[in-house]
């Protein structure tokens, strides 16, 4: 396994982590349906290859998911990070959601006694909340690192000024930094490239990619004008999730594929290979131990630069500004150049 520093911390989270929305056999979102002995094989062949950091959400098959990985992870506690969400509902009833602090601090309670733990490594929100008070959050967060319920605040599907909002207010508090970001990125999401990554490099935050093989379209198991197979995330669900570009996005899949081949390795794993060689970690989603192998495997392959070049390239979206305008700028900034 390969270890990227988390965040400006001082602790280190394996490239690939494991996320657990898959677990939970009400299968709510029909995702998965994993069980009990699944979870336990799965967890157990991720800590064997290395992984410790292990991704889920209050919301995940309705609270399920937490308990499965909590009892999945017993024995292994203290070695791993465990990483959970909060905003999504959770009742009927009108508070049952958010951020506000009446929900967060019950939704913390909850997420602890489901997990069986007595603190969350990496406490994320799972995404902006409209009627959020800012300050009402950054103290409710603060309250649970206080008390030792939390050990790293982070933020998840936030746009770049929402999360620098939240670090500089805490920053200026000197209050616990938020360490990471969750977003959608994958050969066929790059959006975050314009706005988010920048921000992230620039005050030392890690990315954790979600949906790092776009669902499994990254596999090459659709066809375009093609009816997902049964049995398949796709084929299960009737539509396709997360969004992307068809037109763009099955030459994507094509490109993915053909340089799977030239490798001799699947085309999954050529996907996360692109992920994990910018310094990313992905959060690998698996319905079966076979699936979970492969994408494990993915650690060992390298791309090469052309093969890495052709990938951005097919992938790669219109240049925004200001970012050629940043860019062009900055050339005078270039010192190795000028001087
Ligand atoms: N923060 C957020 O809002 C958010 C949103 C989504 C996910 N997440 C996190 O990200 C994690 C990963 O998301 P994800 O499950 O969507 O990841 P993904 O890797 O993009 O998709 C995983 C799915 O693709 C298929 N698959 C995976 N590997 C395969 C292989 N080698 N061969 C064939 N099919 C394969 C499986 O579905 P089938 O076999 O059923 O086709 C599997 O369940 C989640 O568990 C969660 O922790 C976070």
């Known amino acids: 396994m390969k270890y990227v520093r988390y965040g ?10 494991f996320g657990a929305m898959t677990l939970g056999e009400k299968n709510r979102w029909n995702l998965g349906g994993v069980n009990q002995e699944l979870s336990d094989k799965m967890v157990k062949l991720c800590i064997d290859n290395g992984i410790n950091l ?39 009833g009108i508070n049952e959601t958010g951020l506000s602090r009446h929900h967060i601090s019950i939704a913390l309670r909850k997420s602890l006694e489901r997990l069986g733990t007595d603190w969350i490594d990496i406490y994320q929100y799972h995404g902006w909340d409209d009627f959020g008070n800012i300050d009402e959050i950054l103290n409710s967060m603060q309250n649970f690192v206080d008390n030792g319920k939390v050990i790293y ?8 000024w929402q999360i620098a909002e939240f670090q500089s207010r805490a920053e200026e508090r000197g209050y616990a930094r938020y360490e990471s970001v969750q977003m959608n990125y994958s050969l066929l999401n790059r959006d975050i490239e314009y706005e988010v990554l920048p ?27 093609e009816k997902p197979p049964k049995g398949s995330r796709m084929g299960d669900r009737g539509f396709f999730f997360p969004y992307f570009d068809e037109e763009q996005g099955w030459k994507i899949v094509e490109e993915v594929v053909k340089i799977g081949e030239e490798q001799g390795v699947k085309p999954s794993q050529i996907a996360l290979s692109w992920i994990i060689s910018q310094g990313y970690v992905a959060i690998i989603g698996a319905k079966t131990l076979e699936q979970l192998q492969e994408n494990i495997a993915a650690i060992e392959v390298q791309l090469t630069s052309s093969q890495k070049d052709r990938l951005n390239k097919v992938s790669g979206g219109r240049k925004m500004y200001p970012n ?10 270039d010192f190795e150049k000028i001087l």
């Open 8 to 17: 400006n911390t001082g602790s280190f989270v394996s490239v690939l982590a």
């Open 54 to 92: 292990f991704d889920t959400a209050d919301i995940y098959d309705a609270g399920d998911a937490e308990i499965m990985l909590g009892k999945s992870l017993k024995g292994y506690r203290d070695q791993v990070m465990v990483a959970t969400k909060v905003r999504g509902r959770m009742g009927k």
């Open 153 to 160: 605040p982070a933020i998840s599907n936030f746009a770049a």
């Open 199 to 225: 921000y992230l490099k620039y005050s030392k935050m890690t990315l954790l990619s979600w949906s790092p093989l776009h669902g499994g379209i990254l596999t090459g198991k659709y066809r375009p004008g």
């Open 324 to 333: 050629w305008m940043l860019e062009r700028q900055n050339q005078d900034r």
